[in-house]
């Protein structure tokens, strides 16, 4: 993924990727109704969820992003930093209260400007923010998704900060083209043949975390190398391309991914703090980006049936509640994806 900010960097305004996922650089962009169920651009999407998103460079500008009164539905800003962590508490569950919130770099010394509400510090100098609207308790009334809420839920830069809140119909975004697809199943957003090209510029953005300096300092020696040595270079290109089918794409499965969570189903139980899980950071990166922290969702995956062996006819899948509904507190959804 560390691809799509450079994509999107000289958009000059919010849009659509290929028509259907929301985009943005320096601001954010938001759905009006339900994301394409057919899209392949990001797996695993939520059929239930409004979804919005953008990519941030703090490093340039503090962003504000205002947050409207969402009434009773259930709802999340969730922010993250480059390494798919999230920093912010933003949503129902916190309790947090409509205003204008600063989103700044991890070195931001500025002054915050009057009528900000609270300033949220991200750990690295790129951000993601992934805005998202649920169905939830208390919302019964609500059978296709509120486009007042969205219109009003947007992301300026701090220069065009005044106090005042802005509002934009989403509904009449640019779109921009679709990246490349041989239309057999998801957008491959990582190229393994230029994998170590790109990484040096990933790693100078992206600090170590405490810890991680000697792995740093190892890897980048690797590289180094590689640039003075056209057989070394090749090695790591066939070895990325290698990794990428060996071990990469099996992530796209469901049973790699997360702890066992019983009867065959799998759970993450440190989604978005990842720290030092490269595993799971990786399984999630493959098979459902950007998830939440636990306090905010719980995701339970399964790719088989009830024998063990991967689902080979959908069409007689049957789920069955052995104790009643789950017992949440806000929102709940069962997701059937194809291959």
Same mark, same amino acid.
């Given at each position: 993924?560390?691809?799509? +900010?450079?994509? %999107?960097?000289?958009? +000059? =305004?919010?849009?659509?990727? !290929?028509? $259907?996922?929301?985009?943005?650089?320096?601001?954010?962009?938001?759905?009006?109704? #339900?994301?394409?169920?057919?899209?392949?651009?990001?797996?695993?999407?939520?059929?239930?969820?409004?979804?919005?998103?953008? #990519?941030?460079?703090?490093?340039?500008?503090?962003?504000? %992003?205002?947050?409207?009164?969402?009434?009773?539905?259930?709802?999340?800003?969730?922010?993250?930093?480059? *390494? &798919?962590? =999230? %920093?912010?508490?933003?949503?129902?569950?916190?309790? /947090?209260?409509?205003?204008?919130?600063?989103? $700044?770099?991890?070195?931001?010394?500025? =002054?915050?400007? @009057?009528?900000?509400?609270? $300033?949220?510090?991200?750990?690295?100098?790129? !951000?993601?923010c992934r805005s998202a609207r649920f169905h939830g308790r208390h919302a019964r009334r609500i059978t296709r998704p509120s486009s007042r809420c969205s219109i009003r839920?947007?992301?300026?830069?701090?220069?065009?900060?005044?106090?005042k809140t802005k509002t934009k119909d989403w509904s009449k975004l640019a779109h921009f083209p679709a990246p490349a697809s041989d239309g057999k199943g998801e957008t491959k957003w990582v190229n393994p043949e230029t994998f170590f090209d790109e990484l040096p510029a990933v790693m100078k953005q992206v600090p170590?975390?405490?810890?991680? =300096?000697?792995?740093?300092?190892?890897?980048?020696?690797?590289?180094?190398?590689?640039?003075?040595?056209?057989?070394?270079?090749?090695?790591? *290109?066939? /070895?990325?391309?290698?990794?990428?089918?060996?071990?990469?794409?099996?992530?796209?499965?469901?049973?790699?991914?997360?702890?066992?969570?019983?009867?065959?189903?799998?759970?993450?139980?440190?989604? @978005?703090?990842?720290?030092?899980?490269?595993?799971?950071?990786?399984?999630?990166?493959?098979?459902?980006?950007?998830?939440?922290?636990?306090?905010?969702?719980?995701?339970?995956?399964?790719?088989?049936?009830?024998?063990?062996?991967? &689902?080979?006819?959908?069409?007689?899948?049957?789920?069955?509640?052995?104790?009643?509904?789950?017992?949440?507190?806000? %929102?709940?959804?069962? &997701?059937?994806?194809?291959?």
């Amino acid at each position: 993924m560390s691809i799509a +900010p450079t994509a %999107f960097a000289e958009a +000059p =305004e919010p849009g659509l990727l !290929g028509g $259907v996922v929301p985009v943005a650089f320096g601001r954010n962009a938001m759905l009006t109704n #339900y994301i394409s169920p057919d899209q392949t651009f990001i797996t695993c999407t939520n059929q239930d969820v409004v979804y919005g998103a953008g #990519y941030m460079a703090l490093d340039k500008e503090p962003i504000v %992003f205002q947050v409207p009164d969402f009434g009773d539905r259930f709802w999340v800003y969730a922010h993250y930093d480059a *390494r &798919t962590d =999230e %920093f912010s508490e933003i949503g129902k569950q916190y309790g /947090t209260k409509p205003g204008f919130y600063l989103m $700044v770099g991890p070195n931001w010394k500025g =002054e915050t400007p @009057a009528g900000i509400t609270a $300033v949220v510090r991200s750990s690295t100098s790129l !951000g993601v923010c992934r805005s998202a609207r649920f169905h939830g308790r208390h919302a019964r009334r609500i059978t296709r998704p509120s486009s007042r809420c969205s219109i009003r839920s947007s992301t300026i830069r701090s220069s065009e900060f005044d106090g005042k809140t802005k509002t934009k119909d989403w509904s009449k975004l640019a779109h921009f083209p679709a990246p490349a697809s041989d239309g057999k199943g998801e957008t491959k957003w990582v190229n393994p043949e230029t994998f170590f090209d790109e990484l040096p510029a990933v790693m100078k953005q992206v600090p170590p975390l405490p810890g991680e =300096e000697a792995l740093y300092n190892w890897i980048g020696s690797v590289l180094e190398a590689a640039a003075k040595d056209p057989q070394i270079k090749q090695t790591l *290109r066939n /070895t990325a391309i290698a990794a990428e089918r060996e071990m990469i794409d099996p992530f796209f499965q469901w049973r790699y991914n997360g702890r066992a969570a019983g009867n065959g189903w799998n759970s993450p139980v440190n989604g @978005a703090q990842w720290g030092t899980d490269y595993l799971n950071r990786t399984g999630t990166a493959k098979s459902n980006m950007y998830d939440n922290r636990p306090e905010e969702t719980k995701y339970i995956y399964t790719d088989d049936d009830s024998t063990g062996q991967a &689902t080979q006819r959908p069409e007689r899948l049957r789920y069955h509640l052995c104790q009643g509904l789950p017992p949440v507190e806000g %929102f709940w959804s069962l &997701t059937l994806y194809n291959e």
